[in-house]
């Protein structure tokens, strides 16, 4: 059996600008359920500096999230392999309105992507 490739040179760097650049807020937790990675847009938007997170377990932090269809949905995808995309009130923010993108990453744990449209639903 032979081992796999280590990754390109810059590959990682290339990855971590992307994920700086998105406007949405983007983190990941690994298998575990800790936070592996949570870029600058979630920083804003949950007022929180990701050295604050990096390492602690989601529902040790946002407790609110358990028994919630967001938790539903992160199990599924960390259990089954399911993606979601939903719209719902931010439990962080309640005044605000989020869409959620929940998806299993490749090798494990799940992405989590959330953009706030509540300007959008208010215009429509």
């Not at 040179?9 to 994920?19: I, Q, T």
């Not at 983007?26 to 804003?44: G, H, I």
């Not at 919630?68 to 399911?82: I, L, N, S, W």
Request: net charge negative.
């Amino acid at each position: 059996m032979t081992e796999p490739e280590p990754p390109e040179p810059g590959n990682e760097a290339r990855l971590e600008a992307v994920l700086e650049s998105v406007s949405d807020a983007f983190y990941a937790l690994d298998t575990s359920w800790r936070y592996v990675v949570f870029n600058r847009a979630a920083e804003e938007y949950f007022g929180v500096p990701r050295k604050a997170l990096l390492g602690k377990v989601i529902w040790d932090v946002f407790p609110q999230g358990l028994g919630t269809p967001f938790e539903g949905h992160c199990r599924a995808a960390m259990g089954g392999g399911a993606s979601a995309s939903f719209e719902t009130s931010s439990r962080m923010r309640p005044d605000r309105v989020v869409e959620l993108r929940i998806v299993p990453m490749r090798g494990g744990g799940v992405a989590i992507t959330l953009t706030d449209i509540t300007e959008r639903k208010t215009a429509d």
